[in-house]
């Protein structure tokens, strides 16, 4: 039986209006793609794509959203206004976010019940830098990055949430992840679930760190992995549908 398996974009501060219109003349979906498709723009852009994928079987998401459900937080997006545009999924814990802009998982977690509150769904992303991996830290620090997940496990909110495994030293840098060290972690996350919430389903976990199209289809193999966060080559119509077409 085929993997229920998720394939997002995730285009970051990519993209503009123009070359959004250009992405979608030249996108061509596989025929049957039997993956969810999910693409995240910027912010501004989402009606416009959200008005793009109206007649395809493509889901839009956010790449980020305001830790409170309203009021005087001027620059912030709320979760509930997302919901409204048609927003299905929201990407949170990018290690992008946790670098540049000092996410932890206190916040994260309140970003995370403000999506789940909304009805959206959330891609929440985990993954180790480095040093971290080279010192022996890599089990801890996802451990910890899991933990703003725990007070979700009571609830029927829980199937709202897709990880999304992405080794910071992958991300960007075209150095992914080998096919043993994928599998390993996806393994590992998987036993910690089942320890920590054994009363409720394992969710998704994708993978991301310099998918492309040469290598999504050995990546997409592995039994653990339920599919990807794409950053850079989601930006490429032509290599988007050929990861697309893996099975
Ligand atoms: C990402 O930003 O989530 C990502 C995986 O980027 P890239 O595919 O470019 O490594």
């Known amino acids: 039986m085929p993997k229920k398996s998720i394939i997002a974009g995730n285009w970051k501060m990519n993209l503009t209006l123009t070359e959004v219109h250009d992405f979608f003349q030249q996108l061509s979906l596989p025929p049957q793609c039997p993956h969810k498709i999910i693409l ?16 395809l079987p493509i889901s839009v998401a956010a790449q980020n959203c305001s830790f409170e459900k309203k009021g005087a937080f001027t ?7 997302l919901a409204s ?6 990407i949170l814990g990018h290690s992008e976010r946790r670098q540049y802009f000092a996410e932890n998982e206190d916040l994260l977690s309140k970003k995370i019940r403000q999506c789940l509150e909304s009805k959206l769904s959330v891609i929440y992303c985990i993954g ?17 990055q899991l933990t703003c997940l725990t007070e979700f496990s ?33 393994q590992f996350i998987q036993s910690t679930f089942k320890d920590s919430y054994p009363h409720v389903n394992l969710p998704p976990i994708l993978y991301g ?15 653990a992995v339920a599919g990807f966060l794409v950053g850079g080559a ?7 549908s050929t990861i697309l077409s893996v099975q």
């Open 40 to 55: 995240a723009p910027q912010a501004p852009l989402i009606p416009i794509v959200t008005n793009h994928v109206q007649k």
């Open 75 to 81: 620059g912030e997006v709320s979760a509930e206004v």
């Open 85 to 90: 545009l048609g927003v299905e999924y929201v």
């Open 128 to 144: 180790e830098t480095l040093t971290e991996r080279n010192s022996g830290q890599l089990q801890n620090v996802l451990k910890r």
């Open 154 to 186: 009571q609830s029927n909110q829980w199937e709202q949430l897709i990880l999304a495994y992405e080794p910071v030293w992958a991300i960007g840098t075209g150095q992914v992840a080998s096919l043993e060290q994928v599998q390993e972690v996806h």
């Open 209 to 223: 760190g310099s998918v492309n199209a040469l290598n999504a289809q050995d990546l997409f193999t592995l039994p």
């Open 234 to 240: 989601s930006l490429k119509p032509k290599d988007f």
